[in-house]
């Protein structure tokens, strides 16, 4: 596709719900990672691909979090038992670097509103 | 943690006038990228600066990297109303393969 696509836009969730978002990366980018951005704050990093591996995963806020890119494209990034502050937009984006300390140019999706009652 | 400090928070300009933006990093960065959202949006890639001491020029925007590599800025000459939206740096430290955001500086503009 032209870019990065994220689905749902918006999610609505009753608190302990399980939500599941997506994120279709740009084709050929190697690198693919998640950001969690509240309102009026910058995107806070959750985890990082190469490919189909999870090389860091140390902004998830808690064991609730998962993600998981198993083709080494399409992600989804799954909230289990869903509590009120993990309402936020929850970013994709992809880069075609690979390398180490340079990520390169981070293409973003739209993002996916979470909001959890 | 590596943190990356920016500041104004916020910052309202009359058209026409100048603008900038400082980003502070606690550690010694490879690179430090600029990002720009618009209201409703997400973040757009603006710039990337690697080496220390490196300006770079877009139109009216000009880029900073710190000579220590820890800290940069962005300045706006004349800004316009497109030039609305927040402003983040984001910061990338050695061997961490990613980018750590500030909170990002949000520029209204009274034209």
């Known amino acids: 596709g032209a870019g990065v696509s994220q689905s749902p836009r918006y999610k609505v969730a009753k608190r302990g719900q399980d939500v599941a978002l997506r994120c279709d990366p740009i084709?050929?980018?190697?690198?693919l990672f998640w950001y969690q951005q509240a309102l009026g704050q910058g995107p806070e990093f959750l985890t990082y691909?190469?490919?189909?591996?999870?090389?860091?995963k140390s902004g998830l806020p808690s064991d609730r979090f998962f993600a998981e890119r198993p083709e080494g494209s399409v992600s989804t990034l799954k909230i289990q038992r869903t509590q009120q502050e993990d309402s936020a937009v929850y970013l994709c984006?992809?880069?075609?670097?690979?390398?180490?300390?340079?990520?390169?140019?981070?293409?973003f999706g739209e993002g996916s509103r979470l909001t959890v009652l | 943690g590596q943190q990356v400090m920016q500041i104004p928070q916020y910052q309202h300009v009359q058209e026409g006038e100048d603008f900038t933006t400082y980003c502070n990093s606690s550690?010694?960065?490879?690179?430090i990228q600029w990002y720009k959202q618009r209201p409703g949006g997400h973040p757009v890639f603006l710039i990337q600066?690697?080496?220390?001491?490196e300006v770079k020029k877009q139109k009216r925007l000009t880029f900073q990297f710190g000579e220590a590599k820890k800290n940069s800025s962005l300045h706006i000459t004349a800004t316009q109303t497109t030039d609305v939206g927040t402003y983040f740096c984001?910061?990338?430290?050695?061997?961490?393969?990613?980018?750590?955001f500030g909170q990002g500086t949000r520029l209204t503009i009274n034209p």
């Open positions: 600066l690697v080496k220390s001491g």
């Open positions: 984001a910061g990338e430290m050695w061997g961490a393969q990613k980018l750590v």
């Open positions: 984006a992809s880069s075609t670097s690979g390398g180490v300390a340079n990520t390169g140019e981070l293409f």
């Open positions: 691909f190469q490919n189909e591996a999870q090389l860091d």
């Open positions: 550690t010694t960065l490879s690179n």
């Open positions: 084709s050929g980018h190697v690198s």
